[in-house]
């Protein structure tokens, strides 16, 4: 199993540091992980270290592609509100 990162991610290397098997590594367009390499952080830490850094809602997945941080889950804004809150923006 590993985790992976998506598009999305913003290339602020608050993960990359963090990995203790060094999994994580910079490309283009966005950090990778290298899923030969990646142990979910087991036996190192209780929690994903790379998960517990992010800071952007949805680009990390674990292995059945779900968010390890889900939209929401960082800034406590419920998605449907987000996007009722986006869609007034955009019509101003």
């Given at each position: 199993?590993?985790?992976?990162?998506?598009?999305?991610?913003?290339?602020?290397?608050?993960?990359?540091?963090?990995?203790?098997s060094?999994?994580?590594?910079?490309?283009?367009?966005?950090?990778?992980?290298?899923?030969a390499?990646?142990?979910e952080?087991?036996?190192?830490?209780?929690?994903?270290?790379?998960?517990?850094?992010?800071?952007?809602?949805?680009?990390?997945?674990?292995?059945?592609?779900?968010?390890?941080?889900?939209?929401?889950?960082?800034?406590?804004?419920?998605?449907?509100?987000l996007?009722?809150?986006?869609?007034?923006?955009?019509?101003?």
């Amino acid at each position: 199993m590993a985790f992976q990162i998506v598009e999305g991610c913003v290339n602020c290397w608050a993960c990359e540091p963090l990995c203790p098997s060094q999994a994580i590594f910079a490309a283009k367009p966005h950090f990778l992980i290298d899923a030969a390499k990646c142990t979910e952080c087991e036996g190192d830490h209780a929690e994903p270290q790379c998960a517990g850094i992010c800071p952007v809602e949805g680009v990390i997945l674990d292995a059945l592609g779900v968010p390890l941080n889900p939209p929401g889950s960082l800034t406590g804004i419920p998605p449907a509100r987000l996007a009722a809150a986006m869609a007034e923006i955009r019509a101003r």
